[in-house]
């Protein structure tokens, strides 16, 4: 039984008969393939990802498994459309905080086309993309009993400002409201050996040295969560994932020097939070 | 007795009425404050690094020693005008080796001016500042009796391939020949404790933390002497300098993701050289 998933907070989204991802309910997400280039690429990166052997384990554990492609019917009605085949990345969470943060100053490759050059510029410098390194895509927060999941429309329009309280808001009791977040799973969520920060200090590090690809528009998806352990409360099963590969480029020797600047910009953010989660200088330096 | 400096291989230069920076042949180097803002910005800059105690000692030392204003006879004969007076970074080398590396894949500032903005995007990407994330500004590479200078218009017309190669041909005895570059001197230049390699990881650490500025179009000046050593021979006084800072802004609680990611990729080329000095796969890879 094939539905849309539930915890997408970025992207197409397959509702109100449009083309989007379903997902199974048993542990498997389906992606239609996008019908220009960037399903054909997105698919030679799985592909060639997939049979890479220069990938070490640890790393390919960010990334979602791929289990080929399949015919299925599409969910705008269109009928069979290809979809790659991918382990949903939320399986066996009841309740997930989730965060889409699209990496990189700027989401346009060298030898892009101009019009989609045009495209890519004009949202980095609008979004936070050319300032932070970074751009908040989509979000939920769970809480027991309150949900905060901002519009499309209000996503696009954050600011550096709502990206530091955001960071904050993420990791706070109470996230639907509007006081000073609280940050009370900072350390659960963010700290500790399995905790966000140190995984994307190993994404980093492999960013430092991998030049096999370059991750152009490419996200680093977050998520936790709340159910399941002794008070209820308490965060668990902290999830650090790359997604969204339809535009990945050959690296030819270079580093993705793009991504990594904006992953090191994130990692200090975050830092910056498990550091002093009290202190709310960082969200008014600018 | 000023004169123009003999090593400059980038910027503007003290010759043919044109108004460049100076000399005094005894450790200081005056250069012109540029009319428009980018003179104001600079000097801001120097004062405000001069005095800012969150600077580490290792860190400061890799900037040019800043020691004022002072007003000289401007070399295009325009009468008296003011001067940065900085520390000439070329003082006790004779025969200096020198490359000026412009750091970052994109040289505008998301507060850029429409039309300075338009002007650096495009040679960002006309350049190789997009692809590697850094691009050559000037160079000239001296052995004992030969030297290679390469042109402004030689310089501009680098791409990828040749930047491979020229950070190679950098470290190589007959550096004017143009047979495949023999890396000669990468171990005594790139390597060791006090090397290029090490001081660039001490820059990168400082960048991954410092949220105070924001270099744009700045440069990593590297420079070396074959002279005062035994054999004649052996490079020695390796240094790595940052330099030109008419464009530096506050960091505002943000890391500068632009030069980190560039400065990265400038280190895995240099790691990348010295690891296999015999190796060309790298500049066979573009």
Not at 20 to 44: C, H, I, M, W
Not at 144 to 173: G, M, T, Y
């Amino acid at each position: 039984m094939l539905k849309p998933p539930e915890h997408q907070v970025a992207g197409h989204q397959a509702r109100d008969g449009r083309l989007g991802p379903v997902v199974d309910g048993s542990g498997l997400f389906y992606k239609p393939l996008q019908s220009d280039d960037r399903g054909a690429n997105e698919l030679t990166f799985y592909t060639s990802f997939s049979s890479e052997p220069r990938i070490p384990t640890r790393i390919r554990s960010f990334f979602p498994g791929f289990q080929g492609t399949q015919l299925l019917h599409a969910s705008d009605g269109s009928g069979l459309h290809p979809h790659l085949v991918l382990d949903d990345l939320f399986a066996g969470l009841r309740l997930p905080s989730v965060i889409d943060l699209k990496i990189g100053s700027r989401t346009w490759f060298p030898s892009a086309p101009e019009d989609y050059f045009r495209k890519c510029l004009a949202k980095d410098r609008k979004s936070t993309s050319a300032l932070l390194g970074f751009r908040i895509s989509g979000l939920q927060v769970n809480d027991e009993d309150c949900r905060w999941r901002p519009s499309h429309d209000e996503v696009r329009q954050f600011n550096a400002k709502d990206v530091f309280r955001i960071l904050r808001r993420f990791v706070s009791s109470d996230p639907a409201s509007d006081c000073e977040p609280n940050c009370a799973f900072a350390s659960a969520v963010y700290g500790g050996a399995e905790g966000v920060l140190a995984q994307l200090l190993e994404l980093k590090a492999w960013f430092e040295d991998q030049t096999l690809f370059h991750f152009y528009s490419a996200s680093v998806l977050v998520a936790y969560d709340k159910d399941g352990s002794q008070d209820g409360r308490r965060p668990n099963r902290v999830r650090v994932r790359l997604v969204d590969f339809a535009h990945v480029l050959d690296g030819n020797g270079v580093i993705d020097h793009n991504f990594l600047g904006g992953l090191c910009s994130l990692i200090k953010f975050i830092s910056n939070i498990l550091k002093d989660p009290d202190n709310i200088s960082n969200s008014n330096a600018l």
